[in-house]
């Protein structure tokens, strides 16, 4: 294929520039539908269960009086189509303006992680339910009149659907698995986290440098910085046999991984045991510390003045 003829990069609309590395959850909104409504909408995710990239909450609608021309237009499960169909269904989503609308939260591998192992810990089914609530309060906000949402299961459907309903009153909501196959808005919303998180993935920027020791002529080892980690990653899931190769590839004893890898998952604990360098924390296994900071539980009654006074009564309430 000829230069001419190579098929140009697909733009999507929520990456606002795909040379910058995502180092931070957000979210995208394409332009409010003028149509007065009211609206139905559908709520789907992509990339969920990966151990690699982000994952991304879509949202789509469109007036309910245009549930029949959706029926045509081809949205279903994403990951039932072909990516050169997701590709221009997504074009289809932003070809009507005045009726068809789509919104996602694109949560970054590191939000996800330092949210999983925060204290008190924000599991991947709350940040999920948030992401929800946040991308529906929005289109709300807007000025759009939901009458109806459909929800892709997350957990025990009816205890979500009432959650749901006690968040937003006076709208009829639907949770069900596989909606996305079920509910042609849902599928659209699938196809709007699909394709956003797959061009996230196909062209990853990492935002680290990455040591690496290489020899030259006549010389020792020297260190460089090599800012690529390669690009076989596999489909991403934990039990892919290319993501598992790049993961033990991509580990570097002291430093860890890139931000790409969501390092809360099960998974990368388990490379991290067994081949990163060992880590002893200052609070571990010191005495004076224990020390110091055991009194405030009566185990100790020497505890220094200045700890008593702050009302100090473990390392990590400092």
């Known amino acids: 294929m000829s230069p001419s003829q190579e ?40 990339g969920r269960g990966p151990v690699l990239g982000p994952m991304v909450y879509g949202v789509a609608y469109c007036p309910a009086s245009y549930k029949d021309r959706l029926e045509d237009m081809g949205f279903d499960d994403s990951k039932a189509l072909k990516p050169e169909t997701r590709a221009s269904l997504l074009k289809t989503l932003c070809s009507d303006s005045e009726n068809l609308a789509w919104s996602v939260r694109v949560l970054s591998p590191q939000g996800i992680s330092n949210g999983m192992l925060r204290r008190p810990p924000v599991n991947l089914n709350r940040q999920a339910e948030q992401a929800t609530i946040l991308l529906i309060r929005e289109v709300l906000q807007s000025g ?22 006690k968040q937003f009153p006076g709208i009829n909501i639907t949770v069900k698995a596989k909606a996305d196959s079920l509910f042609k808005i849902v599928g659209a919303a699938s196809v709007a986290a699909k394709v956003t998180r ?50 033990s590839k991509s580990l570097e004893p002291t430093f860890g991984f890139p931000s790409f890898v969501r390092f809360s998952w099960t998974t990368v604990k388990n490379e991290l045991d067994k081949s990163a360098h060992a880590v ?39």
């Open 7 to 46: 098929i140009p990069p697909l733009i999507v609309p929520s990456i606002a520039d795909p040379s910058v590395p995502l180092t931070a959850s957000y979210t995208y909104h394409s332009p409010t539908p003028t149509d007065p409504g009211p609206y139905i909408l559908g709520v789907d995710e992509a």
């Open 144 to 165: 759009i009149q939901l009458s109806e949402i459909y929800v892709d299961a997350l957990g025990n459907t009816e205890t979500y659907q009432t959650y749901l309903s």
């Open 198 to 247: 797959d061009a996230w993935i196909e062209g990853w920027k990492f935002e680290e440098q990455r040591p690496q020791l290489v020899a030259t002529p006549g010389a020792s080892l020297s260190t460089v910085l090599n800012p690529s980690w390669g690009e076989e990653f596999g489909s991403g899931y934990p039990s892919d046999p290319k993501t598992k190769a790049w993961i």
């Open 280 to 318: 002893t924390w200052t609070d571990e296994g010191n005495e004076s510390l224990i020390k110091a900071f055991n009194s405030a539980t009566g185990l100790d009654k020497d505890r220094c003045a200045v700890a008593k006074d702050l009302c100090i009564s473990s390392v990590a309430s400092l």
